[in-house]
T-cell receptor, first 115, second 112 residues
Framework: GAVVSQHPSWVICKSGTSVKIECRSL??????MFWYRQFPKQSLMLMAT?????????EQGVEKDKFLINHASLTLSTLTVTSAHPEDSSFYIC???????????FGPGTRLTVL | GEDVEQSLFLSVREGDSSVINCTYT??????LYWYKQEPGAGLQLLTY?????DMKQDQRLTVLLNKKDKHLSLRIADTQTGDSAIYFC????????????FGAGTRLAVHP
């Protein structure tokens, strides 16, 4: 149980385009989903927390207009990187939990490369 | 503030025990976690311990928590080559949405 998937697993795009990444909880209802960013050989940095049906809460320094998060259902959250630039290239990982105090289960990550 | 620190690298011989250490600064954490990340993959939850516990054992994994020193360790018995990965410790807090603060990760290399 507690499987989280992400799609796509990797994406290459041109500078200036927008990219959407999906995060799905496959066998449980995720009331809360989290989006992280990981640079090579570094730790995970929380970008934002989203609750189903609510606006996402962004961490300090994360541009909400650049990283659009939608948590439309209890099994799906999307992260859209708008007008992507090379500095947005990174490994994006989502996680999901079934309650505010429950364990987070992580997706396999999406590697974004912006040319 | 919230800060989690780990040593960056550990090398062990196959069959030996591995001990990965982690220190944290915020005593109000509720749970402490150990995650494993293999190259190019997401994070796999290995084990966790509630902050009022001292020890937890799960097969080859033993977690020790010293609340006084704010020190957490993960011991892997009979380390195998498949255990080679990056291990992250993380602490979580209530009062929000279970926000996790991660350490920088310890790269475990297992050699024959």
């Amino acid at each position: 149980g507690a499987v989280v998937s992400q799609h796509p697993s990797w994406v290459i795009c041109k500078s200036g385009t927008s990219v959407k990444i999906e995060c799905r909880s496959l066998d449980f209802q995720a009331t809360t989903m989290f989006w992280y960013r990981q640079f090579p050989k570094q730790s995970l940095m929380l970008m934002a927390t989203s609750n189903e049906g609510s606006k996402a809460t962004y961490e300090q320094g994360v541009e909400k207009d650049k990283f659009l998060i939608n948590h439309a259902s209890l099994t799906l959250s999307t992260l859209t990187v708008t007008s992507a630039h090379p500095e947005d290239s990174s490994f994006y990982i989502c996680s999901a939990s079934s309650g505010a105090s429950d364990t987070q289960y992580f997706g396999p990550g999406t590697r974004l490369t912006v040319l | 503030g919230e800060d989690v620190e780990q040593s960056l690298f550990l090398s062990v011989r196959e069959g030996d025990s591995s001990v990965i250490n982690c220190t944290y600064t915020d005593s109000s954490s509720t749970y402490l976690y150990w995650y494993k990340q293999e190259p190019g993959a997401g994070l796999q939850l290995l084990t966790y311990i509630f902050s009022n516990m001292d020890m937890k054992q799960d097969q080859r994994l033993t977690v020790l928590l010293n609340k006084k020193d704010k020190h957490l360790s993960l011991r892997i018995a009979d380390t195998q080559t498949g255990d080679s990965a990056i291990y992250f410790c993380a602490e979580s807090f209530t009062g929000g949405y279970n926000k996790l603060i991660f350490g920088a990760g310890t790269r475990l290399a297992v050699h024959p």
